[in-house]
């Protein structure tokens, strides 16, 4: 804990439900692939009741994005495609957020009333998300420490992005409006390791009702950081627990640096009303004869090369800020807004092609003194040149205040970058076309009867007694959404041990993706039917590696299964065994134990996946 002084975390979980349908349609939960169909929106923001925009959404209609939609006729209708209004919200869904929030110890609402939340990035046709508090204050401990949940929620899932180019972005609805709990925590945590720990604790919690969705993308968390002396950042899009702890561990380590800086430009006597007075200077014949091949590319298309002073920030540009330089932080905001790729700053110059003497020359032009820094940019269109200097201005005059208050995305590696401006309360508003739900305490009652939700570890405890894995592997099963597929293979097997099955659903796949194979195909149902067959003594245990690479290249697993079944005759191995001794002079001379071996192992090189181990020692205990 000491590593991280002044660290506070806060998770909001997401977890789609399973329940065999929509939120607030009778579609399938999960996805049908089939025809589709398409059609094109741009969304625009409203005003709340008091007349407030909320910045989050002006700022992405701002950008001008066009959405294409591709709507899948068996997965969804006219409800996910905004041309018609809500069915009645369902039921069980409902019910199975009650029993979670009920089990936290929350205050459950009397009466479910669902809001609108405006989103304009063209995740939700209809610019908003349907979302109802189901329960607020509540708590749960992790061994001896409390963590506080300041709310739950239900609501509807957004579609899913499958691409962008350039202003446009293209959606799929085949996954919005799956149901969805959103849990809040307090910031209650403190490490990142905590972190992973309270999002896992939860995404058990909710899988113990036996409702939560599997697959890739079925949980993510959104984390809101801040460190003491420092604001809030919200990370969107967390969907791996490791990439979770690097992500708490980056910004934990960019916040104080951002921290740091401001304290220097405040030491520096730096104002904002200083930033906001520099101008752009245009310096495009500066570089009129420059080596730089980025300028030169901007001039040979007609574009401009502009600059801007930015008072006592020398060696602010370039201060490391986990990795990144406070200039990318720049950077990141110019992309998001104007599509600006690239920027020079003076704590990188010269380089990049550009001269000590055009540095001078630059300097000179923007009235420099030494503790000053520059920014250049080359705009091949001119019209984003106010918005683009103005940008940059606003991201130096928040630097003095350390960390500013925004909404960040989280890439693989646990590095963050600007997204959008945090989101204010202007953006929920009464949703008028689904009714109240009325929640009371019978209600409550009869959930807990009918859903129950249990304690993590006694799920984990149990598994590990029924049936005699370790602590780890049945930690990974019940994380795995494989645990049914487990289970079902156990009750009909007759010769399958606990441990096998977890390396067959288990150990293989992942050994097999780290090999860098596709196991999108190799399904549960392609599991249970390998499992089957190796029960049946159909298929060798060591084929099954076989088959499932097969299955990722698209064959069916019944040929896959045909391909590489057991079909050596037992005359033919044994004659076999028979002619490498005879041939092998040197196995004879060998001791009986170490001579078995030897012969298992030449036997299963050549027929491996084709016969039985154990038919093969047979075998050759009988012929040594």
Known sequence: MTGYKGLKVGLEVHIQLDTGRKLFCKCPSNPVVGREVEFIRRLRPTQSELGQVDPAALFEFEKGLTIRYSSPVESSCLVEMDEEPPHLPDELAIDVAVAIADYLRMDVVDELIFMRKIVVDGSNTTGFQRTGMVGINGYFYIGDKRYGVQSLAIEEEASRLLGREGSTAHYS????????????????????????????????????????????????????????????????????????????????????KLIEIARILADRGVSKEEIASQEEVLLTDIFRSTSSKVIRRVLDRGGEIFGIRLPKFAGILGMDIGGRTFAREILDRLRFWTGLKGLFHSDELPGYGISSDEVEAVRRRLGMDEMDGFIIVGLEDPSL??????????????????????????????????????????????????????????????????????????????????????????EDLYDSDLLDLFESILSSSRNLKPRYVIHLIRSIPRSLSREGVDMERVTPEVMLRVAQAVDRGVLAKEAVEEVYREVAKGMDVDDAIEKHKMSMDTEELRSFLMGVLESRSDLRELPREILVKRLMGIAMSKYRGKVDPKTVLRLVEEIV
């Open 385 to 474: 040149r106010e918005l683009t200097f103005e940008k940059i201005r606003e991201r130096c005059a928040e630097a003095l205040d350390g960390v500013p208050p925004e909404t960040r995305a989280a890439g693989p590696d646990g590095s963050t970058y600007y997204m959008r401006p945090r989101p204010g309360m202007a953006r929920m508003y009464p949703e008028t076309d689904v009714p109240p739900i009325p929640v009371g305490p019978s209600r409550i009652m009869d959930i807990r009867e009918r859903i129950v939700v249990r304690d993590p570890e006694e799920v984990i405890n149990e598994l590990v007694e029924r049936y005699g894995i370790s602590r780890e592997e049945a």
């Open 173 to 256: 609805l085949d996954r919005l409006g799956i149901p969805l709990i959103e849990i809040s925590t307090a910031p209650d945590i403190s490490s990142p390791d905590e972190a992973v720990r309270v999002a896992r604790y939860l995404g058990r919690l909710v899988r113990s009702t036996g409702y939560k969705r599997g697959g890739i993308g079925s949980v993510r968390q959104d984390v809101n950081i801040s460190v003491d002396g420092g604001a809030v950042v919200e990370i969107k899009g967390v969907q791996q627990l490791d990439q979770l702890e690097a992500v708490v561990r980056y910004e934990y380590n960019r916040q104080r």
